[in-house]
């Protein structure tokens, strides 16, 4: 997140844009926790 908040940062024209990005990022996350769980759950 400090991205976001460093002064070289140009925020998107469209706040849409930037709301896609971070949900993009949380959804990402979500993808890679479930994979670990999943492998955990396949190999005991």
Not at 3 to 16: I, T, V
């Amino acid at each position: 997140m400090v991205l976001f908040l460093s002064p070289g940062y140009h925020l998107p024209a469209n706040p849409s844009q930037e709301l896609f990005g971070v949900v993009s990022i949380g959804n990402r996350a979500f993808i890679l926790i479930f994979i670990t769980v999943q492998a955990f759950h396949c190999f005991p």
